[in-house]
């Protein structure tokens, strides 16, 4: 398994199709984006795929922002492959973010993650990552 | 009372000081960056301020990115001066930054906000946001 961190020459139509039908293991009805929308000037953003005999088998993104409070990373859109589940690839793609992190200079990680996803919170937890006691609220527009 | 949007020209010792003195309002003790450290090429952010007779009297940020699973914004450091608060400057900071997430495209904005923040969780809900069942898992390194 290599671990990698996606350039912009890494997709291909093929990529793009592998990393959508990734996606839709974890969230099936979901609107995705295209990964060349991920590419803007103003986007710090970190996607890391594990790749095996040419098949995408996890991936997670990190998104980093400097605020008064901070300087913030959001993990975003991770998922391992059904058939790879419980094999340690989903550490391997969080380790790999936080050594980007901690390269960029971010200081506190984020996540959040639904009460049923039981193998993803442990993992979290595994790696350092506190519960908090705040709410998340959304909006959409 | 005017509501700006912070470019770096505002940006004076007095100006710093007042936004230093501000967000000690809502976290006495953490660690704050300052504002100049905010404007650097990849942090797509968007500060927004009240401003009244020369003081500051509230402010809110934004942060945008892009991942496949959306265009998102988090707010973030919401304070409103505690001889200002219970008049609305809240809820004009917070439709300022809604009405900029809009015009950059953004398709879900999120916050977090602790438990004991009563008016500031009826605001948030007046304005639409929804409480997540999501859990918020932090790590500082």
Redesign the interface.
Known sequence: MEIALLQKNHVTPEFQNQ?RAL?QQL?PT????Q?L??F??????TLVYGIKDGEILGMA?M??????????A?I??VVVHENERGKGLGRKLMQKL?EV??KKG??????????HRVAA?QL??D???????????????
Chains 1, 2 share one sequence.
């Open positions: 990393i996606f969230a979901k609107k995705q984006l990964l929308d991920i803007n000037d103003k986007n710090n953003i993104s998104c980093v922002y400097t605020v008064i409070s901070g300087k913030k959001w975003e859109d936080l992190a901690k971010v200081t506190e990680l984020l996540l959040f993650s639904a009460e919170k979290y937890e790696l350092g990552f506190k519960m908090s006691a705040s709410k998340l609220y959304k909006l959409q527009v």
